[in-house]
């Protein structure tokens, strides 16, 4: 089971930044297609950005694109998600994913609130 650890969540001001990070200790990192995932309370989990194994390649959600950007550094095992102009609509609690074939990694998520 590959270990995820997100982290840069907290409460935040419309119009404000934040950046998430997600650090994958310890293993084949760059052999994994990272996504960043978020669940607002009361609604289904969904996809917000996704990035290829080499980082050429990205896909967002259009509720984000234009505002969000995911990036990745193979060297430090870590995915980031930039998220600018933040808006209430994306407090949610934010999730990393690694995805090999078939199999799936989650972190334990990071809290983002988007609120005056």
């Known amino acids: 089971q590959v270990q995820l650890v997100e982290s840069g969540g907290g409460l935040v001001q419309p119009g404000g930044s934040l950046r998430l990070s997600c650090a994958a200790p310890g293993f084949t990192f760059s052999s994994y297609a990272m996504s960043w995932y978020r669940q607002a309370p009361g609604k289904e989990r969904e996809l917000v950005a996704g990035i290829s194994i080499d980082g050429r390649y990205t896909s967002y959600a259009d509720s984000v694109k234009g505002r969000f950007t995911i990036s990745r550094d193979n060297a430090k095992n870590t995915v980031y998600l930039q998220m600018n102009n933040l808006k209430p609509e994306d407090t949610a609690v934010y999730y990393c994913?690694?995805?090999?074939?078939?199999?799936?990694?989650w972190g334990q998520g990071t809290q983002v609130t988007v609120s005056s």
């Open positions: 994913k690694a995805t090999r074939g078939f199999v799936a990694s």
